[in-house]
Each structure stands twice: as structure tokens, then as C-alpha cells.
């Protein structure tokens, strides 16, 4: 280890004495823009990759896993909110990913993932020369020389290289497809890209991945409901999935969610859903989602009660427990059967509180939460908790957008679901946000809620000022709205 200045750290010795810079291009985590247009929270999407990771211990993986561990090892090194930068960590899991590579026979695909590595591990150590003003050169040498075997002997051969960016555009698109709704276009295009260049090597995972993000993209452009457009065409690629690997069970189960949202194809779905053996927790979450959806708790409960003995259970898996009861709460009130609903208003701030120790910024569950306090009158509590889930979002302004819509719904409800001061403030943010996502972004994108979320806030401020001859808010606010083209 020597200690330099940071401009002589980077002037020493390249591969081949080449430009100093030459690997800058080389792609991989640190230049694909992975913190912009983010509606995910660092510490969910960190608590589920390590949660999958944890599944290697009980299932064998017919894919690789280098997308995983090198998305991995970034995040430990990224700027996204939340993140303490931990250098020694992110080294770990980019040399597993290096272990994981040398497991593949196919040449170019390792190649790919060791180039994808070795760049990733020279970022860090610029990172680490600019905090700490010192890099390990041998190190440096060694990773360049390591890109001179694994990305530049293929630069004159252009076949190879296609192939070899189309492995790399795989761990792009798996990084990329867990940042939220505004980036699955993007992990969808690089999906679908390698899938056609790699043809025969296509990898299962990957097809149930583009199924998936197709799914969530189709879901968000119409009034939501059972059945929505391209569904067919996710169904498609889950079973494509299936056939590259019978043994995959987690596409097993996205086929089945999907296929009973179809009311003619339920059926079809039930008997998917049976074949599934496996029992880690992504495949109970899954299964349990399935008969929570057709409304069959009892069996739903049976399945949970599987995973509860579980190592490394996910805040995901206690939030399904607590959606579960919440259902039940409802159907327990519709009977009057008091005692049942006492008891399962327990269960739901029960695992609710689990699912948060967990993952305690888990906007999902903490609004959850805020909702279970105002169906019990704990309204101070609840404002506590719909003003913390703001804090959260306040980085991502789709979500913080649904936050601030249901924090001003949270206000009418708790003023006697009539409309006050303290309400139209409220829905003034929705406003407010809606008017700088559309400025900055020209449009609210495809989520059909966001648009719903917006035009109820319009109308509901429009009859508030009407009502309270305001006529200049009334106005202002037309004015704004109009501007942006609302």
C-alpha cells in the first residue's frame, strides 16, 4: 500500500501503458446512472437482495448469481440516500461475484461478469483514493491487466463483444428493474436486447424477470383490476422460463398470480400452484399472495405458518401475515363478530411491527401502519406516521405524491370526512408535487392512481374554495394546474 497525492494515484501504470482512462468507458454499475429516477428505498431493496441471497443456503441455483452479488456490492459504495459507504464490504461481495463467475463454462458469460467486476472494484478504488488518499497499486495493475484478458482481447472481434455486451446488458437490467416503475422500460429494453443476441443461452431468470416487468408496467396504465393489458404476453414469458428450468418455482408462482387474475384460467392457475415444493420465503410470499388473492385465508395462513421457523424471514413476509388479518378484520366487522375483530386487529399491528423491525423505513408497511391507527381513533399516532412516511419520500416525488394524497385523505376521515383548513393544505402538496413532476418530467407517467390521485385533489380543492367564496385560491390554483397542463 502507498500513500500518493490523488492526481499521481491514477497516473501510474495502465494496462499496455494505454490512456490512463481508457477503462473509464468500460460499462458497468458506476455509469449506468442507477440513482436517477428512483421510486425504491435503498434499505428495502438491500433487505430483499440479501433476503434472495440467503435462499442459496436451502435451493441450488440453476442461474448465476453475479447480477445479484454485483448489484450488491455496489449499493455498499452508491449514492443513494441511506447509503454509509462501506469499501471493505463491497470488495466481498464483488469477490464473490468473481467466484461465481469462474463457475460458468461458457466463456464469453464469464468474461462478462469478470469485466463488469474488475470495473466496478477500479470505481472503488478511486472512491477510496479521493476519502482516503491512498490505493493499493498492485491491486489497480492487477484489475487492469485483468481487463486487458477479459474485455479488450475481444475489441476486433465483433461477434464476441456483441455477445459479451449483451451478458452485461443482463446485470444492468437486474440492477436496473429494481429501482421502481420509472426504470422498468430501461431493464425491459436490456432484456429483451441479450435475449435476442444470446438466442440458446438465454437464462430462465431472465424471462421471468421480463414477465415480471412487464406485469408492473401493464398494471400501472389502466384503472386497476384483475385482468389488465399484456397480460398475456406475461404469461408468455413465464412459461418460456419454465421451460429453460422446470425447477424454477419462483416462476412457477408469478405464472400462477397471473393466471388468476384470469376468471376462466383460475383453475389452471390452482393446479400451477400445487407443483410448487420449494419453501424458502420468496416462494411462501409468493404462494401465500396467490390465496390471499382468491380469499382463501385459512390456506393462506397455512403457508405463512410455514415460513415462520424460517432463518432469515423478510419484512415482506410478516407484511403479508398483516394483510392477511387485515382482511379478516374487515370480514369480522361485516359479521359483527367483535371478538374475532379485536383479535385480528392484534395480529395486524403484530406482524406489522415485525415486518418494520426489519425494515423499519418500509413506506408500504408503515402506511399500512398509519391506516391501521386510524381505523382504532389513534389519530395521533397516525399523523405521526403518515408525516414520517413524507420524510421518507421525500426523494421520490411519485411516491411522495400517493404519501401526501393519503395523508389529506387521513385528515377528512379524521374531521369527520368533511373538508377543512388543515385538508385543503394537505391536498394543496398533492398539487404542488404533481405541478413539479410535470414541469420537470412532462407527465405524470402512466400510473393511472398518481392521475387519479391528482384530479380528486383538483376537484375536491375547486369545491373547497367554492364553498368558502375564495375566490382568488380558487383562481390560483386553476392557474397553476392549467400551466402545466392539468
Known amino acids: 500500500m502507498r500513500k500518493r497525492g490523488v492526481r499521481g494515484i491514477f497516473a501510474m501504470a495502465t494496462y499496455e501503458d494505454s490512456n490512463d482512462d481508457w477503462w473509464e468507458s468500460i460499462p ?7 440513482e436517477k429516477k428512483v421510486t425504491v428505498n435503498f434499505q428495502t431493496v438491500r433487505t430483499n437482495l440479501d433476503s434472495k441471497l ?38 466481498q ?22 469485466t463488469v467486476a474488475a470495473a466496478d472494484r477500479l470505481w472503488v478504488l478511486r472512491m477510496k483514493a479521493i476519502s482516503q488518499d491512498e490505493v493499493n497499486t498492485d491491486e489497480r495493475a492487477s484489475l487492469l491487466r ?3 484478458d477479459s474485455w479488450m482481447k475481444y475489441q476486433d472481434d465483433g461477434e464476441s463483444r456483441e455477445k459479451i455486451n449483451a451478458y452485461i446488458n443482463t446485470v444492468a437490467a437486474f440492477a436496473v428493474s429494481r429501482l421502481g416503475l420509472l426504470r422498468c422500460k430501461e431493464a425491459e429494453r436490456r432484456y429483451r436486447h441479450a435475449m435476442k443476441v444470446l438466442g440458446q443461452s438465454v437464462k430462465s ?9 412487464i406485469g408492473r408496467q401493464s398494471k400501472h396504465t389502466t384503472v386497476p383490476s384483475l385482468q389488465y393489458p399484456d397480460i398475456e404476453n406475461e404469461i408468455r414469458f413465464y412459461k418460456i422460463a419454465l421451460r429453460i428450468n422446470p425447477t424454477n418455482d419462483s416462476a412457477r408462482c408469478d405464472l400462477a398470480l397471473a393466471l388468476g387474475r384470469i376468471p376462466n384460467r383460475v383453475q389452471e392457475a390452482r393446479r ?5 415444493d420449494q419453501k424458502y420465503c420468496e416462494i411462501l410470499v409468493k404462494k401465500a399472495r ?9 390456506i393462506c395462513l397455512e403457508v405463512l405458518t410455514e415460513g415462520e421457523e424460517l432463518a432469515s424471514p423478510t419484512a415482506n413476509f410478516y407484511h403479508q401475515f398483516a394483510l392477511v388479518y387485515k382482511d379478516l378484520t374487515k370480514i369480522a366487522h361485516h359479521e359483527k363478530d367483535w371478538g374475532k375483530r379485536v383479535l385480528y386487529r392484534e395480529k395486524v399491528a403484530h406482524y406489522l411491527n415485525k415486518s418494520l423491525e426489519i425494515d423499519p423505513i418500509n413506506a408500504s408497511v408503515l402506511s399500512d401502519k398509519a391506516f391501521f391507527y386510524s381505523m382504532t381513533d389513534q389519530f395521533r399516532d397516525a399523523e405521526k406516521l403518515h408525516l414520517q412516511i413524507m420524510e421518507i419520500l421525500e426523494p421520490r416525488p411519485f411516491d411522495l405524491l400517493t404519501a401526501q394524497y393519503r395523508y389529506a385523505g387521513f385528515i377528512v376521515y379524521r374531521n369527520q370526512k368533511r373538508m377543512n383548513e388543515a385538508s385543503a393544505r394537505a391536498f394543496e402538496d398533492v398539487i404542488k408535487t404533481a405541478c413539479s413532476i410535470l414541469s420537470t418530467m412532462g407527465s405524470l407517467g402512466d400510473d393511472t392512481a398518481d392521475n387519479k390521485y391528482v384530479l380528486d385533489s383538483k376537484e375536491r380543492l375547486e369545491e373547497y374554495y367554492q364553498t368558502n367564496n375564495e375566490a382568488t385560491k380558487l ?10 397542463g392539468f
Do not use: P
Open 28 to 34: 458497468c454499475h458506476f455509469i449506468w446512472d442507477l
Open 54 to 91: 440467503e435462499t442459496r443456503k436451502d435451493v441450488d441455483w440453476a442461474d448465476s448469481a453475479c447480477d445479484l452479488l454485483l448489484f450488491r456490492g455496489y449499493l455498499e459504495v452508491s449514492n443513494f440516500i441511506g447509503v454509509q459507504r462501506n469499501f471493505w464490504q463491497a470488495e
Open 93 to 114: 461481495f464483488f469477490q464473490a461475484a468473481d467466484e461465481e463467475a469462474m463457475k460458468s463454462t461458457d466463456e464469453l458469460e464469464r468474461n462478462a461478469y469478470v
Open 146 to 148: 485483468v481487463l486487458g
Open 205 to 213: 431468470s431472465w424471462c421471468q424477470s421480463l414477465g415480471m416487468l
Open 272 to 276: 400451477i400452484i400445487q407443483q410448487v
Open 290 to 298: 396467490f390465496f390471499r388473492m382468491q380469499k382463501e385465508y385459512d
Open 475 to 484: 383562481q390560483d390554483l386553476q392557474n397553476r394546474t392549467s400551466s402545466v
